[in-house]
């Protein structure tokens, strides 16, 4: 029995046949590079999880009280104020117990147990002014927020009509207490400006948008090599288009784990924006150190895009994969 099918396939030119096989030469090139660099993973510090935040977050939080960044162009965003962490630490659900030991130590930093989630740091708002400068738009780009912290930078990508943006950071406190509710917190004020423009409120209708938002959002705490796991192990491995990450070169001992998630999660043709001090006085990095340790790895090419100059020096690189 003959079957036929009615079916146009256009014919393939020479030319297409050409540029196809020379990204898939170009592919695999990148994935060699990945192999054969001298990264040493260290042992995992932090398992990661994947955390399933609750419709409406913002109504198990007490004592709340939210401020607004505003830059240039950007929309307006909005974020929890770290004082009220400190001063009502002993209410809030922590498991890790970061806020109390932060308190204890009058530390930003405890390395392996609390990484500064809770803090903004100043290169945060320097990505955000290059991004208004620039103009950048992220429509339909699939976007990692890496050591998110507050989330500034994945929720800007949110507001800007990203498909996708995933929030990593090292602590569970952090994203359950800072991240997710950032997030909703920026969701709920675009809800507003459409009521205020005509639309009824309702519950329904908030939740529906809640629930809208978790599609186009991730969440996720554990050490990077953890969350690198993770993510490898589920059946459709996401590449990224972009990877936020800002003040994450401090420490030298991360530095394998950090450029494994570049070269794991990062698409072909996709872009890392990397804000940071040129020095990070009292744990040693900084990003002389981290560019000597791309250059010796020779995956990836680091390309300058702002110096600042007022205060510790300061920058906002790229990072793309070597053709």
């Avoid at 976007?143 to 950071?169: E, M, N, P, Y």
Wanted: proline content about 4%; some cysteine; hydrophobic content about 35%.
């Amino acid at each position: 029995m003959a079957f036929s099918f009615n079916f146009d396939i256009p014919l393939q030119t020479e030319e297409e046949t050409n540029d196809k096989e020379k990204k898939d030469d170009n592919s695999k090139d990148v994935h060699l590079k990945c192999s054969e660099s001298s990264v040493t993973v260290p042992t995992k510090m932090k398992n990661a999880i994947e955390h399933e935040p609750l419709l409406d977050p913002l109504s198990h939080i007490e004592n709340w009280v939210p401020e607004t960044i505003t830059i240039g162009a950007l929309p307006p965003l909005l974020f929890l104020n770290e004082s009220v962490f400190e001063k009502t630490a002993p209410e809030r659900e922590d498991s890790e117990e970061i806020l109390a030991k932060t308190l204890t130590q009058n530390s930003d930093l405890i390395t392996g147990v609390y990484e500064g989630g809770l803090k903004i740091w100043e290169c945060t708002y320097d990505l955000l002014e290059y991004i208004d400068d620039e103009g950048e738009t992220f429509a339909g780009k699939r976007v990692l927020d890496l050591g998110c912290g507050a989330g500034l930078l994945g929720i800007l990508a949110l507001k800007r009509g990203a498909s996708k943006v995933d929030f990593q950071d090292y602590n569970s406190t952090v994203i359950e207490q800072l991240t997710v509710p950032n997030v909703f917190l920026n969701c709920e004020e675009d809800d507003e400006t459409e009521e205020k423009n005509g639309s009824p409120p309702s519950k329904r209708k908030a939740l529906n948008s809640s629930q809208k938002l978790l599609e186009r959002c991730g969440f996720f705490s554990g050490d990077w090599n953890s969350f690198l796991t993770l993510m490898q192990n589920k059946t459709s491995l996401p590449k990224y288009d972009i990877i936020f990450t800002s003040e994450t070169i401090y420490n030298i001992d991360y530095y394998s784990s950090l450029h494994s998630v570049f070269c794991g999660l990062l698409a072909e043709d996709g872009l890392v924006y990397l804000a940071t001090k040129s020095h990070y006085f009292g744990v040693g990095g900084g990003l002389h150190l981290f560019e000597k340790f791309v250059e010796q790895n020779n995956v990836f090419q680091i390309k300058y895009l702002k110096d600042v100059e007022q205060g510790l020096k300061r920058h906002v690189v790229s990072l793309t994969f070597k053709k």
